[in-house]
């Protein structure tokens, strides 16, 4: 296992800052990671995140991207169609994967009409099948694939990815994928990457902001950060590269106490 690296915290006044900020990394990224293996792997959380990607939409990102290049796969999923409301799928495509001429077979979302167990088994294998044709890298330290960039969002209370407090997946140590029935935060039923895939990883950036993220923020960056029982987020250790987006209101918190306000 590859020591983790030290977090780069950058904070910005507004979430539109966030957005700019954010396509500016992805863009050096996807040129970095093409320049040096002719493809990028791109893994998208649900959630706020995806808005938060709509500067890659508008010129100068949108042209300057070689878009062919690309792949996606989702961090984690609902057990849900891949038309339903809540399919994370549904939501990258409508906002962001529409948009972009990403080819169709460069996109992976989960199997449909599957049990969450089955359907996490099978975006393992799939996942194997693409590290065994080469489609993707593995970690030399951990024998997980390695991914070039996961975009993770972050919950209220601090999960990351369908791994949650007081939930035994976010302990699982040998799958690449697996799934929940009684997730916290609808729909209960899931299936995600786990921590040894996540933190096998080139690049992650966590991309929090709005106030409501604010004291698990304090609890995973503030002084206090190693007191206690951890959050999910703090279990986010890539062997890459691990960047923070920060807005001020996810901030709020953290600024009272390093500054004693
Ligand atoms: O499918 C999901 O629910 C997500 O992948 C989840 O892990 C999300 O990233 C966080 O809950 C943050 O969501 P917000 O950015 O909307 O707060």
Redesign the pocket.
Known sequence: MAPPTTPNIQTFETEEQVAVALAVYILHLSAKFIAANGSFSVVL?????IDTLRKLLEPPYVDSIEWSKWSIFF??E?VVPLDHPDS?YKLAYDGFLSKVPIPESNIYPIKEKLSPSDAADEYEQRLKQLVANNTLRTSPHTGFAKFDLMLV???PEG????LFCWHFQRFEKKRWVTFITDSP?PPSERITFTFPLINSASEIAMVVTGEDAADAVNLALGKHASYGYPLPVQKVAPEGGLTWFLDMPATSELRKTEFGI
């Open positions: 959380s649900g959630g706020s995140l961090l984690d609902r994370n969002g972050m919950g999960h990351v990815a369908s935060k």
